[in-house]
């Protein structure tokens, strides 16, 4: 009788463990799936263009997730990113920098330099020289990157490329811009002299002026010599490169045919 209570009471303590086991066994494993899903969510609904969901699902994923923590960083500045919150899409991509392992870099890099890129072109009129603080940093964010994600030949190579040359022609777009307002100002002092020489001088001056002036302008005419100098020619190149680059990217924005207007993200 005795052995036979004294097995009852093993068995009923076998389960109580095996109920504890299991139950923090199944916690668990929920716990890494529920995870897992907005991991895998935030992907999903960024494909799907639901930017709003992909930062939410994001944003759960860091709450949860103690280890891949980049990927919510990403993830979450992606999709900011691509609904124009560039100052927050910063943050995020900067933190997710901070700890990415080497493998995953260049996509954190290639979307982080986007931001500051954008963010140059938001104060290019207003601020010059906050604007080409930015586009350097955009491209020494390029320049950084390590050789072992990026191997030659490499998507990761070709985008970064593409960047680096987008954010060059701007970037000569801008300094040629100024340029181009200093030469204005000069010519329109230069002008200002000229008319004051102008109203100095007598009649018979005025008259051989204008005889002048429109013996220059059929000069101009005939032989073509009032066309564009070279620094201007090149200013224009540079600035419609910019201007096909940004329709280019805006048709790759959430309201434009492609659906994104950041890479596509590796994972």
Known sequence: MNRLASTWSGMRLLTRV?????????????????????????????????????????????TLSPIERHIGYYNRGTAEAAVGSYEPAQEDLESALDIVPTRD???????????????????????????????????????????????????????????????????????????????????????????????????????KDKGQNSGDEDSKKSDGSGEKSEAEKKRDELQKRGEESDRQQRQQGPGGDGGRSTPDKPW
């Open 18 to 62: 095996n109920l504890i086991v299991g139950s923090v066994l199944t916690l668990i494993f929920a716990y890494i799936a529920v995870t897992v899903y907005f991991g895998a969510m935030s992907q999903i609904r960024y494909d799907s263009n639901d930017f709003p969901g992909a930062k939410k699902a994001s944003t759960a994923f860091l």
């Open 105 to 207: 870099e260049c996509a954190v890099r290639i979307n982080l330099s986007y931001v500051y890129e954008k963010l140059a072109d938001q104060v290019a009129d207003q601020d010059p020289d906050q604007s080409d603080e930015l586009y350097d940093q955009s491209l020494q964010t390029l320049n950084d990157a390590p050789e072992e994600c990026q191997p030659k030949k490499s998507e990761e190579k070709h985008k970064s490329d593409e960047a680096k040359k987008r954010v060059e022609d701007k970037k000569e777009g801008q300094k040629s811009k100024g340029k181009g307002s200093e030469g204005d100002d000069s010519k329109d002092s230069t002008g200002s002299e000229g008319d004051d020489q102008k109203k100095d001088g007598n009649s018979g001056d005025d008259s």
